[in-house]
């Protein structure tokens, strides 16, 4: 099994431009989150989907949209990508469970200039 | 607002030595998580507490919840230990499928 597997791993926008971020799973997860880590702040939830067609709204979601057409893909894209949206975006899966644990996929690096 | 408070920031310790990092938490939980965070980035799932106290190999994670505090200990620590450790917890209020992360701690381990 190959867990969580995110694409790409490193990325240089300019400022405008648009991108799509990809997370699969082979764990047959029903939920999956996307994840923003700035330095020096915990890892915010941007969006997240409880399953096949169905996503919301996390605790940033502006500059962001999501879809979930598969159960094992997750896409986050960016529309017209700013600065401020430099970060390290992390997918994650988990069981149908609030308290079950999250897997991580290994992150993407974006950088806007 | 859940906040999530980790202390220390950073955290030095000579291999071998008892190493404890705390987590604070400010409203009712439903379960809190421990995760390491490897220095090429990835994110690992270490326990997941709701009460009482876990055990995993060298790592001991309890949690208080009376006191809102949990703590992670590692025995007989080891550089392989070097890495960012972040605390989480899913609120009993707010949004669902929502956790909220400390800002982790920085331990590096010395041989």
């Known amino acids: 099994n190959a867990g969580v597997t995110q694409t790409p791993k490193f990325r240089v926008l300019k400022t405008g431009q648009s991108m799509t971020l990809l997370c699969a799973q082979d764990m047959n997860h029903e939920y999956m989150y996307w994840y923003r880590q700035d330095p020096g702040m915990g890892l915010r939830l941007i969006h997240y989907?409880?399953?096949?067609?169905?996503?919301a709204k996390g605790e940033v979601p502006d500059g962001y949209n999501v879809s979930r057409l598969k159960k094992q893909n997750f896409l986050l894209g960016l529309e017209s990508a700013a600065p401020s949206q430099t970060s390290v975006y992390f997918c994650?899966?988990?069981?149908?469970?609030?308290?079950?644990?999250?897997?991580f996929g290994p992150g993407t690096r974006l950088t806007v200039t | 607002k859940n906040e999530v408070e980790q202390s220390p920031q950073n955290l030095t310790a000579q291999e071998g030595e008892f190493i404890t990092i705390n987590c604070s938490y400010s409203?009712?939980?439903?379960?809190l998580h421990w995760l390491q965070q490897h220095p090429g980035g990835g994110i690992v799932s270490l326990f997941m507490l709701s009460s009482g106290k876990k055990k995993h190999g060298r790592l001991i994670a309890t949690i208080n919840i009376q006191e809102k505090h949990s703590s992670l200990h590692i025995t007989a620590s080891h550089p392989r230990d070097s890495a960012v450790y972040i605390c989480a917890v899913k609120s009993l209020s707010g949004s669902a499928r929502q956790l909220t992360f400390g800002s982790g701690t920085q331990l590096t381990v010395l041989p």
């Open positions: 409203v009712g939980i439903s379960a």
């Open positions: 989907s409880v399953g096949e067609g169905t996503t």
């Open positions: 994650a899966s988990s069981l149908p469970r609030d308290t079950y644990e999250q897997y």
